[in-house]
T-cell receptor
Framework: EAGVAQSPRYKIIEKRQSVAFWCNPISGHATLYWYQQILGQGPKLLIQFQNNGVVDDSQLPKDRFSAERLKGVDSTLKIQPAKLEDSAVYLC??????????FGPGTRLTVL | EDQVTQSPEALRLQEGESSSLNCSYTVSGLRGLFWYRQDPGKGPEFLFTLYSAGEEKEKERLKATLTKKESFLHITAPKPEDSATYLCAVHFPSGNTGKLIFGQGTTLQVKP
């Protein structure tokens, strides 16, 4: 069974630029999550989708971050404009409802 | 406020030296407690789910236990390949699917 796919794996941008990350969840997983993991910390949930709909985006900085999940499968997370403090690993995970979450390899973002 | 705290932050062991990692939580309506392993540059890898106090699960040299306020991950006779960051996460009600809150992790180094 294929795991959660993410791209790109690494991205370096200047502050105030924009960036987008892509995630393809495990087939059949209706729930998709985006997490931000700052070095030395545990993952922090940014947004959670159930199929196409947003379940929880309470910790998403909506002035600069946006996310969408088209057709209930793939998802993109965008940051515009980026700030220095956005440097982190962005993890995508998917699960069956109430099941354990399976994570992708993450995208390491460096904002200079 | 819902919180998950892991201790110690870092742990160095000699190969074969058994020890325990702790995860304490203050969450209402716990639906489950998850343990993940994270290797450098990779996403978290699922290890265990525990649902009720008194429950135990084992996998190779790892055993996870759960009480009403904390969980322990016991590592018996560790090997260098057990070196990683171990994350615990608490699953609690949020909408129809629930939500995970992660601790900051314990970084384990096992020396040969």
């Amino acid at each position: 069974e294929a795991g959660v796919a993410q791209s790109p794996r690494y991205k370096i941008i200047e502050k105030r630029q924009s960036v987008a990350f892509w995630c393809n969840p495990i087939s059949g997983h209706a729930t998709l999550y985006w997490y931000q993991q700052i070095l030395g910390q545990g993952p922090k949930l940014l947004i959670q989708f159930q199929n196409n709909g947003v379940v929880d985006d309470s910790q998403l900085p909506k002035d600069r971050f946006s996310a969408e999940r088209l057709k209930g499968v793939d998802s993109t997370l965008k940051i515009q404009p980026a700030k220095l403090e956005d440097s982190a690993v962005y993890l995508c995970a998917s699960s069956l409802p109430l099941g354990e979450q399976f994570f992708g390899p993450g995208t390491r973002l460096t904002v200079l | 406020e819902d919180q998950v705290t892991q201790s110690p932050e870092a742990l160095r062991l000699q190969e074969g030296e058994s020890s325990s990692l702790n995860c304490s939580y203050t969450v209402s309506g716990l639906r489950g407690l998850f343990w993940y392993r994270q290797d450098p540059g990779k996403g978290p890898e699922f290890l265990f789910t525990l649902y009720s106090a008194g429950e135990e699960k084992e996998k190779e040299r790892l055993k996870a236990t759960l009480t009403k306020k904390e969980s322990f991950l016991h590592i018996t006779a560790p090997k260098p390949e057990d070196s990683a960051t171990y994350l615990c996460a608490v699953h609690f009600p949020s909408g129809n699917t629930g939500k995970l809150i992660f601790g900051q992790g314990t970084t384990l180094q096992v020396k040969p």
